[in-house]
Nanobody, 129 residues
């Protein structure tokens, strides 16, 4: 069983930065693609960014391209999401999720919540002045 725990959320002003962490335990995260999702009040959960098991392939949702960067440190069993130039519309609960994939996911697949087997409990990000 793979456990995921997110951290790093908080309150930040527009234009500010946060770095989220997704720490895995129970299994080696090397074999899993990891994706960050977010869910704002009254909205559906949406994929934000995905990184392949090797770290060699990444995907980003259009609203965050150029502002967010996903990375992973398999030695630490941790995936990160660096969020810069934050906007009020980035306010949401951010979740990390894992799916066993030896190859990178397609542009279509990575944003589908149902393909992921493991989820963290989420961390709140609030962007407000």
């Amino acid at each position: 069983q793979l456990q995921l725990v997110e951290s790093g959320g908080g309150l930040v002003q527009p234009g500010g930065s946060l770095r989220l962490s997704c720490a895995a335990s129970g299994r080696n995260v090397d074999y899993y693609a990891i994706t960050w999702f977010r869910q704002a009040p009254g909205k559906e959960r949406e994929g934000v960014s995905c990184i392949s098991s090797s770290g060699g392939s990444t995907n980003y949702a259009d609203p965050v391209k150029g502002r967010f960067t996903i990375s992973r440190d398999n030695a630490k069993n941790t995936v990160y999401l660096q969020m810069n130039s934050l906007k009020p519309e980035d306010t949401a609960i951010y979740y990390c999720a894992a799916a066993p994939r030896s190859q990178p996911m397609s542009d279509y697949e990575w944003g589908l919540a149902f393909v992921y087997d493991y989820w963290g409990q989420g961390t709140q990000v609030t962007v407000s002045s």
